[in-house]
Nanobody, 130 residues
Framework: QAQLVESGGGLVQPGGSLRLSCAAS????????IGWFRQAPGKEREGVSC????????SYTASVKGRFTISRDSAKNTVDLQMNSLKPDDTAVYYC???????????????????????WGQGTQVTVSS
């Protein structure tokens, strides 16, 4: 059964780091667009980062640029999100989504819209607190 499973969430102090992983089972991510989203309590879901595996182009929402890095591990069939310099505002449930196809050129808004229509994982909690 094809599914996405997120892992790596947890509790971390401000300024700390976490690495989230989005693992695909039952299908290869090789020809997919993968996005990371988050939803904080009482807030709407927002896109965080997006990668089009076809050309490797990646993009980020402004609030995480320079702190988060999205990457593809083809051997593990995962897409990871390295999160550094975490802030309390980063606290949320983080989800990954995958959609077959490609979004070239690194347009974040276009990439996020495209991938949000795809398959979703169940989410992993990230809490940034002292």
């Amino acid at each position: 059964q094809a599914q996405l499973v997120e892992s790596g969430g947890g509790l971390v102090q401000p300024g700390g780091s976490l690495r989230l992983s989005c693992a695909a089972s039952g299908f290869s991510l090789d020809y997919y667009v993968i996005g990371w989203f988050r939803q904080a309590p009482g807030k709407e879901r927002e896109g965080v980062s997006c990668i089009s595996v076809h050309d490797g182009s990646s993009s980020y929402t402004a609030s995480v640029k320079g702190r988060f890095t999205i990457s593809r591990d083809s051997a593990k069939n995962t897409v990871d999100l390295q999160m550094n310099s975490l802030k309390p505002d980063d606290t949320a449930v983080y989800y990954c989504a995958a959609h077959l196809g490609a979004v070239l050129g690194g347009d974040f808004a276009l990439c996020s819209r495209f991938v949000s229509a795809g398959r979703w994982g169940q989410g992993t909690q990230v809490t940034v607190s002292s």
